[in-house]
Nanobody, 126 residues
């Protein structure tokens, strides 16, 4: 089976930066979009950013616009999330996800993603 593995999480001071990576391993798979979601304790998993694979167009949650950047490297089957100007409210487990089936309605919808990583913890201290 295809597996997504996140890395790059850790502890950072408010205002600092982290770069998350999501690498796909295993057999090849169709990829229509890849994105990042995050979930803090007691909260719903929320959309952060996504990239449409066909054209590289990106989409961001309002809460991270101007601070986060998603990028992709098709040759490496990897997607990145550069996080700058981190805030305490950014602290969460960050999950990488892939939409492997066509017919995405909105790239921000969790249900459009059918392949998920196990998450990487991001902690932001004030």
């Amino acid at each position: 089976q295809v597996q997504l593995v996140e890395s790059g999480g850790g502890l950072v001071q408010a205002g600092g930066s982290l770069r998350l990576s999501c690498a796909a391993s295993g057999r090849t798979f169709s990829r229509y979009a890849m994105g990042w979601f995050r979930q803090a304790p007691g909260k719903e998993r929320e959309f952060v950013a996504a990239v449409r694979w066909s054209n590289g167009n990106t989409y961001y949650a309002d809460s991270v616009k101007g601070r986060f950047t998603i990028s992709r490297d098709n040759a490496k089957n990897t997607v990145y999330l550069q996080m700058n100007s981190l805030k305490p409210e950014d602290a969460a487990v960050y999950y990488c996800a892939a939409a492997t089936r066509p017919g995405i309605v909105l790239m921000s919808l969790r249900q459009d993603y059918d392949l998920w990583g196990q998450g990487t913890q991001v902690t932001v201290s004030s």
